[in-house]
């Protein structure tokens, strides 16, 4: 149980357009879920934090309008990253707390973007 | 300084050994999580523990919240156990959100 559904899970865009990912809570319902970025051989970094019906809280450092993130259910976030660039080529990851579990968090299985 | 610290950075073992990879943190946490990254990226949650010892198969994870000290064991290795293993705290001082370690990059060799 507790699965978070991502999608795409490999992605190559254009620079200058834009590329939506998409994740899904398929058995439960994620009124918060959390999206990081993993550049090669690092660590995960917190980008945002998706609350469904209000908006989202970026981290230090974050483009918000670069890195649109929409929550319109309790079921579905999405991040949009717009205008993308090379730079923008990376790992991205979507978390959901697991309400009541005793693994704390489920995590979607990512998306491999490359900005051409 | 990272707040999570992770050793060691590389791990390489021979199928049937015993591994311990070692996490530690610098400031009070509400609840530490093991998470398991294969090399496509995916991340699967092992773990979530804030006191004593949890057991799931061959994996064993242990926590000294004095020492602010973590350990994930692999008991009985197995190449397909080869994968990052990620530490990360729930961190009071950061509005409980995750910080996560480095990673160790396990290799478990037939």
């Known amino acids: 149980g507790a699965v978070v559904s991502q999608h795409p899970s490999r992605v190559i865009c254009k620079s200058g357009t834009s590329v939506k990912i998409e994740c899904r809570s398929l058995?439960?319902?994620?009124?918060?879920m959390f999206w990081y970025r993993q550049f090669p051989k690092q660590s995960l970094m917190l980008m945002a934090t998706?609350?469904?019906?209000?908006?989202?809280?970026?981290e230090q450092g974050v483009e918000k309008d670069k890195f649109l993130i929409n929550h319109a259910s309790l079921t579905l976030s999405t991040l949009t990253v717009t205008s993308a660039h090379p730079e923008d080529s990376s790992f991205y990851i979507c978390?959901?707390?697991?309400?009541?579990?005793?693994?704390?968090?489920?995590f979607g299985s990512g998306t491999r973007l490359t900005v051409v | 300084k990272n707040e999570v610290e992770q050793s060691p950075q590389n791990l390489t073992a021979q199928e049937g050994e015993f591994i311990t990879i070692n996490c530690s943190y610098s400031v009070g946490i509400s609840a530490l999580h093991w998470l398991q990254q294969h090399p496509g990226g995916g991340i699967v949650s092992l773990f979530m523990l804030s006191s004593g010892k949890k057991k799931h198969g061959r994996l064993i994870a242990t926590i000294n919240i004095q020492e602010k000290h973590s350990s994930l064991h692999i008991t009985a290795s197995h190449p397909r156990d080869s994968a990052v293993y990620i530490c990360a705290g729930l961190f009071m001082e950061y509005g409980n959100k995750l910080v996560f370690g480095a990673g160790t990059i396990l290799r478990v060799k037939s």
């Open positions: 978390s959901a707390r697991v309400p009541g579990g005793s693994r704390g968090y489920t």
């Open positions: 058995d439960f319902q994620a009124t918060t």
């Open positions: 998706s609350n469904e019906g209000s908006k989202a809280t970026y």
